[in-house]
């Protein structure tokens, strides 16, 4: 599903959507998907189905509300997985063709309606092992101080994440939740894994602070 497609005549099945190229004279590649059409010059170089962040209408940020809440003692850490939205961004050398959503979108506002930010939103439960879905946050939630405290969301920073990918599946950079009052939440640009492929150059983005 993610990688290198050949510039050639083919279907391209992306979880619930379909890329079709069609080789065409002079050297040209019609691209298609839905009611997209991209033509092609071909040359050297192949087309890149890459997983990006859910960004979908623009929003910045990914809000992960947990199936069940979770308890966390003091001086506790505690690793799992989650499910996650995820988009596809389809490019041609270095810029992209294409960019769409896989799945039904959501959207939620976190926070007061006159200071709060629109999120894509999603419904996970708190996996011990990496589930199956195409889009995956692997989740670190720490606890320093000396009580127990209750996590019942993720709200972290997406946008222009990098992202890593393995053949089938697109996973967000490690994510920790630091329980301290406020709930701070770091996108760390680190690889979950170290097997996985980025889709470009990774960074940290800057710490999110959870107030509600």
Not at 63 to 81: D, H, S
Not at 113 to 140: A, C, E, M, N, Q
């Given at each position: 599903m993610f990688g290198e497609y050949?510039?050639?005549?083919?279907?391209?099945?992306?979880?619930?959507?379909?890329?079709?190229?069609?080789?065409?004279?002079g050297d040209r590649i019609l691209y298609r998907r839905d009611g997209v059409k991209v033509l092609i010059k071909k040359k050297t170089g192949k087309l890149l189905?890459?997983?990006?962040?859910?960004?979908?209408?623009?929003?910045?940020?990914?809000?992960?509300?947990?199936?069940?809440?979770?308890?966390?003692?003091?001086?506790?850490?505690?690793?799992?997985?989650?499910?996650?939205?995820i988009d596809i961004s389809v490019r041609a050398g270095d810029i992209e063709i294409d960019r769409f959503v896989v799945g039904r979108e959501?959207?939620?506002?976190?926070?007061?309606?006159?200071?709060?930010?629109?999120?894509?939103?999603?419904?996970?439960?708190?996996?011990?092992?990496?589930?199956?879905?195409?889009?995956?946050?692997?989740?670190?939630?720490?606890?320093p101080t000396e009580e127990w405290k209750l996590v019942e969301r993720?709200?972290?920073?997406?946008?222009?994440s990098v992202m890593f990918y393995s053949e089938d599946k697109a996973y967000y950079p490690l994510v920790i939740l630091t329980t301290k009052e406020t709930y701070e939440v770091n996108n760390t640009g680190n690889p979950p894994d170290g097997t996985l492929k980025p889709t470009h150059v990774s960074e940290p983005l800057p710490n999110f602070r959870m107030r509600w």
């Open positions: 050949e510039l050639k005549t083919q279907f391209i099945k992306i979880i619930d959507k379909k890329i079709h190229l069609v080789e065409e004279s189905v890459l997983p990006a962040p859910a960004e979908g209408y623009g929003v910045k940020f990914l809000m992960v509300r947990l199936a069940e809440k979770i308890a966390v003692p003091p001086g506790e850490r505690l690793m799992g997985y989650l499910s996650a939205p959501k959207y939620a506002l976190y926070g007061e309606k006159t200071v709060g930010v629109i999120t894509r939103y999603h419904v996970s439960d708190f996996h011990s092992t990496i589930p199956d879905t195409p889009g995956v946050i692997k989740l670190i939630i720490s606890n993720v709200v972290f920073p997406i946008r222009n």
